[in-house]
């Protein structure tokens, strides 16, 4: 009985921690998409990275798109997005909604559910009430 509360608090504060994340980071996305504005971007290239635990064998490939975009004012700019996916958000060559910072023209995102931020806060959301869920009915029925 013991070990299934400590096991049912652990879960909890997974769940928790899981909850939080995801709403800090639709709360940044929100705050990104109420002072950017819209245009049109051209993929010019993806920057790769590995993500993962070098002593294993197996890396997950994120893709960044750097994008190339005329602002309002006029100004060229080539700028990579934060937000990189697997597979590829885009391929070079193609042209895409992004939004980006007019203060700050190299803060740079494409304009979808991916690139806002909102898609990885829900999943984070939806975890983590799946783990307090489970917690909780480890409680009632443990």
Known sequence: MVWQVLFAVMIEFLGLHLVARGREVIVVARGFQGRSVTS??????????????????????????VLRFVTADGVRVEAESPVGANPAPAQPGDVVAIRYDPADPRQVRIDDLRGRGTLVGGILIGLGVTFLTAALGLLILG
């Open 40 to 65: 049109r971007g051209e993929v010019v290239r993806l920057r790769v990275s590995r993500e993962g635990v070098p002593q294993k064998p197996r890396y997950s490939h994120v893709y960044h798109p």
